[in-house]
Nanobody, 120 residues
Framework: QVQLVESGGGLVQAGGSLRLSCATSGSTFSVNHMAWHRQAPGKQRELVARMANSGSINYADSVKGRFTISRDNAKSTVYLQMNNLKPEDTAVYYC??????????????WGQGTQVTVSS
């Protein structure tokens, strides 16, 4: 079992910055990849940024150049630095841990989410 707790969300004006944190606990040794997703009202949950165990990183096109995902293994915490925020970044942001289950199967653990609201 892996537990994830997000923090750092809030209300910010357009052009501002926020840093989200995702603290992991439990069987963290089993986690391979970490990611941030977001879900805006009436929309599907979408991938924002993903960091593989190898260090490879992927970003959604909409956040490239503005968001940065990072990982502090000593603190078992993943961060999402969000700069130059736009109203369209308003969403609930979720942290995800991907754990291999063998046979090519994966299991995803999710945090409870943290609200980010960007005012224009």
């Amino acid at each position: 079992q892996v537990q994830l707790v997000e923090s750092g969300g809030g209300l910010v004006q357009a052009g501002g910055s926020l840093r989200l944190s995702c603290a992991t606990s439990g069987s963290t040794f089993s986690v391979n990849h970490m990611a941030w997703h977001r879900q805006a009202p009436g929309k599907q949950r979408e991938l924002v940024a993903r960091m593989a165990n190898s260090g490879s990183i992927n970003y959604a096109d909409s956040v490239k150049g503005r968001f940065t995902i990072s990982r502090d293994n000593a603190k078992s915490t993943v961060y999402l630095q969000m700069n130059n925020l736009k109203p369209e970044d308003t969403a609930v942001y979720y942290c995800k841990a991907e754990v291999p289950r063998g046979g090519g199967m994966w299991y995803n653990y999710w945090g409870q989410g943290t609200q980010v609201t960007v005012s224009s």
